[in-house]
């Protein structure tokens, strides 16, 4: 089972967006078979099938086995993920893609996408990926934002520069920043 599986296309999104599917993919976390799962959920072992096998057909599920139950081959299924991501690609854009100021919301919801992208890529299963995720708050007067934002786009461009030949292993630095939203204020 991979930790993430990338969905691009608009057929895996359909198999996976429906409640009941997305049941089924929770039930089949550990490998089971669609009269198990049906038990689980209150649901026929039929109804269960339409499903897993919808969900077989898009790549969201796998069967690991198969065996005997009173003269018939019940297979048994596991999810293909534990997680699942969307494509953006999949929902488009409305209008044109325009070059944005590398300050702005949209600038940064286009690098999101394309972080999503190259990451779905990897080869999830290596234990030697080579990766790092930090995540931080840092607060900023007003008044302090343009040397806030000067500084750190000056370090980063050290780095740049210093790390930025042409041999050895090639990496893709992102850096995210954008005002923190208060949860209370979230409805």
Known sequence: MRDVV??????QAEALLKPQRIEVLRQLAEPRSCTEVAAELDQTPQRVYYHVKRLLEAGLVRQVAERRV????????????????????LVGRIGLRQTRDR????????????????????????????????????????????????????????????????EGDAFRLAVACYPKGDPDDRT
């Open 6 to 11: 990338y969905l691009d296309q608009i057929e």
């Open 70 to 89: 009173r003269g018939i081959h019940e297979g048994i299924y596991q999810a293909a993920g534990r997680s699942y991501w969307l494509s953006p690609s």
């Open 103 to 166: 300050l702005s919301l949209g600038y940064l919801i286009d690098l999101m996408e394309d972080v999503q992208a190259d990451v779905a890529t990897l080869d999830l299963t290596r234990p030697d990926l080579p990766s790092i995720g930090v995540s931080g708050d840092i607060r900023v007067r007003p008044e302090q934002r343009k040397a806030f934002l000067d500084e750190l786009q000056h370090t980063l461009q050290d780095l740049f520069t210093r790390y930025g030949g042409a």
